[in-house]
């Protein structure tokens, strides 16, 4: 098993400009989350989802659209990207439908927005 | 929502000490807690986790403790070595919860 892939690892974008990032995982994990990290702030959650077709807001949403199509799917989109959306990006995975058991990480994409 | 808090923000142990982080909760609905560790660089990985029914939980030179009543709970390093050198997370979550993580605590082990 890959675990949870996340593409891609370094990337450097332009304020304005829009990109999707890309998390994928082979362990059949209904729950599904990305989180923001910045120095002193701990992991923010932007959007989870508990299974195909169904996504909710974390507490740092805006600026970020995300779709869940499939089980091993579910990509973290940037609308129009600001230099506040610079950051180091995680998906993360767990079993069941809930937040009952431990997440596996991806090994996460650092985005510089200049 | 939940609120997670942690503390110390900054930890440093001679090697062979012990040491201790705790968060505290607030939302009483929240049921599971894991602790993650961070290297540098890495990924955050699971280490350790307890469930509301159970007060403490050991794996080798790791435990976890929780208190419902109060809302908080602890992890607990043994024998520290200089390889436990990380940032260490703690989470709340549970049921169709988020999972609401601490700001982390950066641990330096001192050989």
Redesign the interface.
């Known amino acids: 098993n890959a675990g949870v892939t996340q593409t891609p690892k370094f990337q450097v974008l332009k304020t304005g400009q829009s990109m999707t990032l890309q998390c994928a995982q082979d362990m059949n994990h209904e729950y599904m989350s990305w989180y923001r990290q910045d120095p002193g702030m701990g992991l923010r959650l932007i959007h989870y989802s508990v299974g195909a077709g169904i996504t909710d807001q974390g507490e740092v949403p805006n600026g970020y659209n995300v779709s869940r199509s499939t089980t091993e799917d579910f990509p973290l989109r940037l609308l129009s990207a600001a230099p506040s959306q610079t950051s180091v990006y995680f998906c993360a995975s767990s079993f069941g439908q809930g937040a009952n058991y431990g997440y596996t990480f991806g090994s996460g994409t650092r985005l510089t927005v200049v | ?1 939940e609120n997670v808090e ?1 503390h110390p ?1 900054t930890l440093s142990v001679q090697e062979g000490d012990s040491a201790v982080i705790k968060c505290t909760y607030s939302d009483s609905a929240s ?2 807690f ?1 602790w ?1 560790k961070q290297e540098l660089g ?5 280490i350790i ?1 307890i469930r509301s029914n159970v007060g403490e939980k050991k794996d080798q030179r790791i435990a976890v403790t929780l208190n419902k009543t109060a809302k908080h709970f602890s992890l607990h390093i043994t024998e520290t070595q200089p390889e436990d050198s990380a940032v260490y ?1 703690c989470a709340a ?12 605590t950066k641990l330096q082990v001192i050989p």
């Open positions: 929502g942690q923000s049921n599971y894991p993650y890495k990924r955050p990985q699971l986790d997370f979550g549970g049921g169709y919860q988020k999972v609401t993580f601490g700001i982390g």
